[in-house]
Every structure is written in C-alpha cells, then in structure tokens.
C-alpha cells in the first residue's frame, strides 16, 4: 500500500463524522426554523455525501428557504425524482409552489413513480410510521393538485387514498370535509372503513373525527361522546358542538361557546367563520365591525378576513361592498365556499336572480357533498315564478340531504303554489316533526326557533286550504308565540276567524295587522269587508226587535224650575 492510498484510507473516518455531524447540525436548523444556516450546513453535507438521503435532506431545505427552482434542478439534474419517492415529493412540491400543476400532475402519474409507490405500499406494517406518512403525503398532494385543476373526484379518490394508508393524515380529512367533497352517508361509510378495528385507540380517533362531520343535514340531538370526556374543553371539540348547536337554530346557546372559544384562543381558525355567522343571525353588527377589522390588521391574507369585512356590510344592507369584500374573500381561497354562498345572498337580497344563481352555480360546483348551494338556485327559481326547475334543484338537494326541514319546507311550498295541498301537507309535516325530535343534552325538547314560524304558518294556510279551521287557526296562533310582531300572521288569523264567522275576532285581528303594517292593502281590503258583513248581519244591541216601532209624534217634558213654582208643556 503507498503513502497517499494510507491517508486516504486515514481520513475516511473523519469524513464520516463530518457527514454525520452536519445531519444533525441541518436538523437542528430546522428544528429551530433558522432556514439560512440549515441551508448552508446542508449544502457542505451534499459535497460531503452523495447519498440520497442527504440530497433529500438539502432539497427540504431548499423548499423550506422558499428556493423552488433549485429544489426542483437538484432533483430532476440527478433524476432522483424516479429513484426516491421523497426526492419526488420534494419535486411536486417545487413544481405546485411554481404554478406548475401540470407538470406535477405529470410526474406523479408518471410509471416510475406509480411502481415506486406500489412497492412502498407493500412493504408497509404498523411499526414504520415514517413510511407510511411518506406515502400518504404523496396521496394527499396529488388530491391538492386535481382539486386545483378542478378534478374534484379523482381528487377525493387520492385524499381518500392518503387516509388509508395513513390514518393520522388529517389534511387529508380536512380537505374532504371543509371543501364539501362527500355527503352525509359517504363521510359517514369513510369513517366506518378506516376504523374496522375495535380498541380503545380507534375508537378515540374515530369520536374526534366524527365531531367534524356534517352538522347541517338533519338535526339532531347534540350527544357529547364519553370516549372525549378528556377534550371537553379542547377548542376544536367546543367548536364542533357549537356547530351542532347552530344549525339546530340554537344561536344562544353556540354563540356562548364560540364567545368563551375566542376569548381563551383569539382568532381561532375554525371558530371565525361559525362566530361571523352568528353574529350576521344575531345581528351584533358592532361585534362584527370589530371582530372584521381586527381580522383584517392582523391577517390580511386570510380569506376568512375578508369574507367577515363581506358579512358586516351585508348585514348593515351596503350590498355593493359586501359583494367587493367577499369577491376579495374568494379571489384569495377559491375553494371557500360560504364567501361564494354569502355573495350570491347580497344579490338575492336585492332580486338580482341571475347574478345570485351564478354564484350559487359556482359554489355548487366547489361543493359537491353539499345541499345548500342547490338548495338556494331552487329558491331562486321559485322566486322568479319557475317552479318546475325549483322543484328540480330541491329534489336535488334532498337526494344529498334527505333530513334536512329547510328542503322539506321549500318543496312544501313549491307543492302549495302548484295547489298540490295533500304533498304541501305532508311535507311541512314532516319538517315540523324532525324539529320537533330535537332534544337538548338533557333530554328537555328545545322547542321551535323563530326561524320556523314561516313553516307554522305554510301550515296553517295549506290546512284552511283544505277546509281545516280550527287546525289551520292553531298553526297560525302558535307562528304568532314565535313571532308576535308579525303582521301577516295576524291578518292570516283574521282570515281564518272571517272563514268560521267569528268577525268580531276578525276585526280586531285585521286591526292588530294594519297597526304594525299601515299599507297592507290585504287586511285593509278584509277590514271593511268584514265591518260590512258585521253592520248587515250582527244586531246593534241584544234584543234588538225585528220590527222598528213607531212612537206618536207629540212629547211632554216637565220642566222644573229651582223654586219649583213653574209647570211647562211643550209640544213639537
């Protein structure tokens, strides 16, 4: 052996430690988030090393420190992108930040990376948990890519994939259940194949998944899992039983829990946009000024900012900034489907239809699991006298939520202006009774929102309709309870008490109506109508003789004077 080959042979130790060494000092850059440094140790281990881990671990880096087109030459120089599935995550990922979905796309269905991910995917076992989050990022990525380019099935196929294979994967459950990819049942079948083992462990991950399902299909009894008693103060479980308690129409109650959620967590990310909701029910508009503008100081790059800066215009009745702040929401986050539901709603409110359907069309389109969007085009459809495709899009809705009393009402409606009073019946009937089913944690019936007093009085009418009175007299007094200062409930109560002829009821109902609403021509109409029937068919005092009786024309009157001297007669 010669004297160089001796010191090469020397120093082969010492490059080693070296090489061992700047890994842990990257880590540890990284670990502390000082991006230059890392970058920097990294580069000198590349020069060390040639393995493919150490070019992985300079690529992270690289995409770490925001670098996406050396990241990206790093990987593809040395084709490293169909040898190692973490350089070739690395690579789409470079790929995405650049805007270059198509050739991401391209490279994670490219043959070599499909064999790389088969092969991954059968050496997979409980214990390599680094594995298997490997390959369910690459799932998940995949899903963010077809979503953008707005392959929305095959995107929940992959986001599905992603969980799969890796239960823990929660951005990919996220994605499914924020961007409205599945309905009720699918989300529900979802969760039912990942968990197909029973221990304590599952059952914990499956109650905390299943407190961010879908809340708005149908309502139900707001039921606190056992397994989560250790969360019950976690506040992404508080927010998921406000979200129940919200669309139950429980606003007091849910408004109290975000409230508490904000003040011990400002700006709680899944909290804001069910607190801005409630605030617009509510109409706390100064809450919502405030909460808006604090938004807005401190993250002017969430959507979310933007979509409260929409709502608070919105509920002040400025339509024309509510529809600027809210395009802002949904030109930062396509995906954000109520900013697209709320700006339709600002053109709804001003009987802009068509404009209102084309942000409905296109929330629909972001949304496909969900009901509301279709729910709204029908509302449209029947608002402009086109109650065909109305009946169409509710049918729609209620094929994706079957339970849901808002559908059920509206295509009680649509049977009522067809005069199909018989289906009318049965459908506010049945709404009525899935609310009625709600009970609260204790077991004590909420009772009905004020919201469904529109539904109590559809009832009564499709019930005088049908020749009901005294029924359809019950609905309309117990909407009254709910909304007592409405004046069509009272002028649809004298319209009943007119039917069974109880016009002194009648009269006083109709003027109850017309001292909340002077211009209601309807009760106006009714009013006179009714004090007419009363003059020709009600007796001016009990007793009243038939016949008027004549009296003789001549009257005495006794006059008496304050001395009581002077007697007078007088003759007419």
């Known amino acids: 052996m010669t004297e160089t080959e001796l010191q090469e042979e020397l120093k082969l130790p010492e490059k080693g430690s070296k090489v061992i060494f700047f890994r842990g000092l990257v880590d540890s850059f990284l670990e502390r988030e000082q991006y230059a440094s890392a970058l920097f140790w990294a580069d000198k281990l590349v020069t060390l ?273 509510a529809r600027k702040y809210l395009s802002k929401a949904t030109q930062l986050d396509r995906m954000f489907g109520p900013a697209w539901l709320a700006y339709g709603h600002s053109f709804a409110l001003e009987n802009e239809h068509d404009q209102a359907m084309a942000a409905y069309f296109k929330a629909c389109q972001l949304m496909h699991g969900c009901h509301l969007p279709l729910l709204y085009i029908g509302l449209e459809y029947s608002l402009t006298n086109n109650q065909n495709l109305a009946e169409k899009f509710f049918n729609q809705a209620l094929s994706i939520a079957p339970n849901d009393p808002f559908v059920l009402h509206e295509l009680g409606v649509t049977a009522f202006t067809n005069q199909d009073y018989d289906t009318a019946e049965k459908y506010f009937t049945t709404a009525l009774l899935k609310i009625k089913q709600v009970k609260d944690q204790n077991g004590v019936s909420t009772g009905l929102a004020d919201k469904w007093e529109s539904l109590l009085n559809n009832l009564g009418h499709t019930l005088r309709k049908q020749g009901r009175y005294e029924e359809s007299l019950s609905y309309h007094q117990q909407a009254l309870v709910l909304s007592p200062l409405n004046p069509s409930t009272y002028s649809a109560i004298g319209y009943v008490q007119t039917l069974i002829k109880d016009l002194t009821s009648a009269v006083e109902s109709f003027h109850r109506a017309l001292g909340l609403r002077k211009d209601d021509t309807f009760s106006t109409s009714m009013l006179n109508e009714v004090v007419e029937r009363l003059m020709s068919e009600v007796d001016p005092f009990p007793d009243y003789p038939e016949d008027i009786p004549r009296f003789e024309c001549r009257a005495d009157y006794r006059v008496q004077t304050p001395l009581d001297t002077v007697e007078t007669t007088r003759y007419l």
């Open 49 to 321: 090393s040639t393995e493919m881990d150490d070019i992985y671990l300079l690529g992270r880096t690289l995409i770490l420190s925001k670098h996406y087109h050396r990241a990206e030459h790093l990987i593809t120089s040395r084709k490293l992108q169909s040898k190692h599935l973490g350089c070739c995550f690395l690579a789409v990922k470079a790929y995405q930040y650049l805007g270059n979905e198509a050739a991401a796309l391209e490279l994670l269905e490219s043959p070599e990376t499909e064999k790389m991910m088969e092969e991954e995917t059968k050496l997979l076992n409980s214990e390599d948990y680094r594995r298997k989050s490997l390959l369910s990022s690459l799932y998940c990525l995949k899903g963010s890519i077809l979503e953008n380019i707005e392959n929305r099935e095959l995107a929940a196929q992959s986001f599905k994939n992603a969980l799969h294979v890796d239960v823990y994967c929660y951005e990919a459950l996220q994605a499914l259940i924020e961007h409205q990819m599945l309905n009720a049942q699918e989300e529900k079948n979802l969760l039912n194949s990942l968990f197909s083992e029973e221990n304590s462990e599952a059952r914990l991950i499956k109650c905390l998944y299943s407190m961010n399902l879908k809340k708005y299909d149908c309502p139900e009894t707001p039921v606190f899992p056992s397994e989560l008693k250790m969360f019950e103060n976690n506040s992404d479980v508080r927010v998921s039983m406000a979200e129940r308690l919200y669309y139950n129409c429980e606003h007091i109650a849910a408004y109290n829990i975000t409230s508490q959620v904000l003040r011990d967590e400002p700006l709680h990310t899944k909290c804001i946009p069910l607190h801005v909701a409630l605030l617009v029910d509510m109409k706390k508009t100064n809450q919502l000024f405030r909460l808006a503008h604090s938004l807005v100081d401190q993250y002017p790059e969430w959507s979310v900012a933007w979509y409260a800066v929409g709502c608070y215009y919105y509920n002040v009745g400025k339509q024309d900034n």
